[in-house]
């Protein structure tokens, strides 16, 4: 019921206020973080990955709930899980979304090993952060490409070094273990997920006022339909009366990049990405910072592609208001167009089900985090 999942929340909140009350060792830290929203398109077709939304108005389409442990025996030694209610997941099972040890062994020098976080976006380690970005929701055109791969299980290091006075730059190699993710839903479609090779690696320069990055992995993959959708067996009368798994291999070779800078009370933030044989995916958002409000417009684009091809634009209006330090409402019209015949961020199972390829998406949300 629709009632339970808002308790569920407002649980975690007071939870949250609770916890804060109790004061925890110095090798303990806790923290989380919950997103509620109201959408509604004017389409009746299904749109954003795991979303879904449509042309009745949606109270937990972008409901997401996280708790966070940390634990710090030494002070090269720590150790992370992370617990999260995606909005794909009931509350009655949410997904461990990373759960890892790191060790120190020299000075800017961090190795982990265990399920870790996709890096290969500007916002991959808060994809579920809601408070950690400025808009509803993350711009689709490229953090819907990965098709909810937001974490592998495997190992990675970071290096830091310092340039100069104010500017960093941080390598960060990393490889998966070969493992298997069931239920992983593409297009309403839900697949089971055979990962057999993952491997990268993420470049980033930061100063104080601007930073970017650059990454590039390469994977094999192969999904496969957890329901019989392929008819395999035909009557007399050519009407299938078998079905049997789709099975899809993948060879994924991926570069993202992206920039961040703030000028004033301004900040623009761009990011792109594209992989073989898939279309290119970006966006551009300019932010204006006032006191607690941030009015902010967003314009993403897909193109080209060789064996799958996608073509949409769409532009986003919207202001946050941040009630208290980590509590922010946000408002946002969202305009999204595909090219016809193509399918854009639209989420039917087939692209030839979908009769209008345009859509006006309000949403309204409210975010929260904690840490302590």
């Avoid at 806790?30 to 954003?48: E, H, Q, R, W």
């Avoid at 960093?168 to 090779?197: C, H």
Wanted: glycine share 6%; proline share 5%.
């Amino acid at each position: 019921m629709y009632f339970l999942k808002y308790i569920s929340t407002a649980l975690l909140l007071f939870s949250s206020l609770a916890v804060k009350a109790v004061e925890l060792p110095d090798w303990l830290a806790i923290s989380g973080f919950a997103s509620v929203a109201a959408a509604k398109s004017d389409n009746d077709t299904p749109y954003y990955y795991s979303r879904n939304i449509t042309d009745e108005w949606c109270f937990d389409c972008d409901t997401i709930v996280g708790l966070q442990a940390d634990i710090f025996p030494t002070d090269w030694l720590h150790a992370s899980a992370q617990l999260v209610k995606r909005p794909a997941d009931n509350f009655s099972d949410p997904d461990l979304e990373w759960a890892y040890i790191s060790v120190e062994p020299i000075t800017d020098l961090k190795i982990r090993a265990g399920r870790l976080r996709s890096p290969i976006f500007m916002y991959s380690q808060v994809v579920f952060v809601n408070q950690a970005y400025p808009w509803v929701r993350l711009p689709a055109e490229v953090y819907d490409t990965t098709a909810g791969f937001t974490r592998y299980e495997g190992i990675d290091g970071y290096y830091t070094w310092t340039i100069s006075d104010g500017l960093l730059m941080q390598v960060q190699p990393y490889a998966a273990f070969k493992s298997s993710i069931n239920n992983n839903e593409i297009n309403n479609t839900y697949y089971d997920v055979d990962l057999k090779e993952l491997y990268g690696l993420r470049l980033d320069l930061e100063s104080d006022v601007w930073s970017i990055y650059l990454n590039y992995f390469e994977a094999r993959l192969d999904i496969t339909t957890v329901e019989d959708i392929i008819p395999v067996e035909f009557n007399e009368f050519g009407a299938p009366i078998k079905f049997g798994k789709l099975s899809i291999p993948i060879d994924s070779k991926t570069w993202s990049y992206g920039l961040k800078y703030d000028w004033q009370d301004f900040t623009v933030i761009f990011e792109g990405t594209t992989s073989k044989d898939a279309p290119w995916g970006g966006y551009i958002s300019l932010l204006y910072h006032y006191e607690d409000w941030t009015p902010y417009i967003v314009y993403g684009k897909r193109t080209g592609g060789n064996t799958i091809k996608d073509s949409s634009d769409s532009v986003s209006l919207g202001a946050r208001y941040d009630i208290m330090p980590n509590l922010a409402a946000v408002v946002e019209w969202h305009y999204t167009k595909a090219k016809e015949g193509l399918r854009g961020s639209f989420t039917s199972p087939q692209v030839t089900d979908i009769d209008d390829r345009s859509a006006n998406i309000f949403s309204f949300g409210l975010n929260y985090s904690f840490s302590m």
